[in-house]
């Protein structure tokens, strides 16, 4: 009996991450996506508690810029989130810009996590 090949499965979802060093500082970054697909979640997690409101702007490929507000206070490890209902779609190879406005006073860190998923 022949041995049955493996399948393959695709993923549906991709997370990707980037991490801003100082929230107090405005900074940008970027983060490339490796597949076509949409941006079903955008995370931000908090290094620390905020004395400042902070605002981070994630824009997808050359569409739409996507603003979240994280709120003064809070904790480290505490978690702004956002889902989407509209299609934010993407391709593959094009750029997702990060941005802080740094308006925040506070120097601590904190990680963007965006989940692409597959077209």
């Known amino acids: 009996m022949p041995i049955p090949r493996t399948r393959t499965m695709q993923m549906q979802d991709v997370h990707l991450s980037s991490r801003i ?3 107090g500082t405005a900074s940008t970054h970027w983060v490339v996506c490796p ?3 949409f941006m079903e979640r955008l ?3 908090r290094g620390g508690s905020l004395s400042d409101d902070e605002t981070v702007s994630v824009t997808v490929g050359a569409g739409a810029t ?3 507000l994280m ?3 809070g904790s480290a490890g505490g978690v702004t989130e956002r889902e989407y209902t509209g299609r934010n779609e993407i391709a593959a190879g ?4 990060v941005e802080n406005a740094g308006a925040s006073s506070d120097t601590e860190p904190a990680t ?3 989940v692409i ?3």
Not at 94 to 97: G, M, N, P, Q, R
């Open 21 to 23: 060093p100082d929230i």
């Open 35 to 37: 597949i076509a697909g």
């Open 43 to 45: 995370s931000i997690v």
């Open 66 to 68: 996507i603003v979240i």
């Open 71 to 73: 709120a003064a206070g």
């Open 94 to 97: 094009d750029t997702i810009k």
């Open 112 to 114: 963007v996590a965006i």
């Open 117 to 119: 998923r597959r077209l």
